[in-house]
């Protein structure tokens, strides 16, 4: 089983900021966050990761709570193209990914 | 980073047949593992690809059924078996680098199972 929840849907208008949250109130402490996205018919394409730090990258931004139960993938300007179900997964060294449902985010004109 | 290529992109294929995925990296590879994502689902790991050995299967996938070669650091194969329309699912074919822990995927090969 998946070690992260999600919530199944999400919109966001476009240049808006999407916020997507991830619960995985059972991290381990060697465990990263990882952040995927798959868009129609492709291979999933990765985000971001992070261990207990905020990161960025050209794509997003990964928000971490202190406690690390929980974290908010930021895509600071949503276009259309960012449509697509968004994976939130823990894992160690990605060396055994569980992918659960994950988020469909609906970017609206 | 790595480029996963994966042939065929998608096929057609009769019951009772077989079907061989290919999984080219550009670049060599410690890793490689196969993934299953049916209709509407999310992605399963099928099998873990260990170069010189055996591969792991996760349970409920069976040698048998998904045969899966690792001939070098930058090649893979996976064999769907004796197709039955429940077969009928996107495969993908993934690889982790030695200097990242990020996983890369290919674009999968779309199957069809009449």
């Known amino acids: 089983d998946a070690k992260t929840t999600q919530p199944p849907s999400m919109d966001c208008a476009e240049g808006r900021a999407a916020n997507l949250p991830c619960n995985h109130s059972?991290?381990?402490?060697?465990?990263?966050v990882y952040w995927y996205r798959q868009i129609h018919s492709q291979g999933p394409q990765y985000i971001i990761h992070?261990?207990?730090n905020n990161e960025t990258n050209e794509m997003a931004s990964l928000i971490i709570t202190e406690d690390r139960k929980s974290s908010t993938l930021i895509l600071p300007h949503a276009t259309l193209r960012d449509t697509a179900v968004y994976y939130c997964?823990?894992?160690?060294?990605?060396?055994?990914?569980?992918f659960g449902p994950g988020t469909r985010l609906s970017v609206l004109p | 980073s790595a480029v996963i290529s994966q042939k065929p992109s998608r096929d057609i294929c009769q019951r009772g047949t077989s079907l061989t995925i290919q999984c080219q990296v550009d670049?060599?590879?410690?890793?490689m593992f196969w993934y299953r994502q049916q209709p509407g689902q999310s992605l399963t790991l099928i099998a873990t690809?260990?170069?010189?050995?055996?591969?792991?299967?996760e349970s409920g996938f069976v040698i048998d059924k998904f045969p899966i070669s690792r001939p070098n650091l930058t090649f893979s194969t996976l064999t769907v078996s004796n197709m039955s329309p429940e077969d009928s699912s996107i495969y993908l074919c993934?690889?982790?680098?030695?200097?990242?822990?990020?996983?890369?995927f290919g674009s999968g090969t779309q199957l069809s199972v009449l």
């Open positions: 670049s060599q590879v410690t890793m």
């Open positions: 992070g261990l207990k």
């Open positions: 059972t991290i381990s402490g060697n465990e990263y």
């Open positions: 993934s690889a982790q680098t030695d200097r990242d822990e990020k996983l890369f």
């Open positions: 997964i823990v894992d160690n060294y990605g060396q055994n990914f569980v």
């Open positions: 690809a260990n170069q010189g050995s055996e591969a792991t299967y």
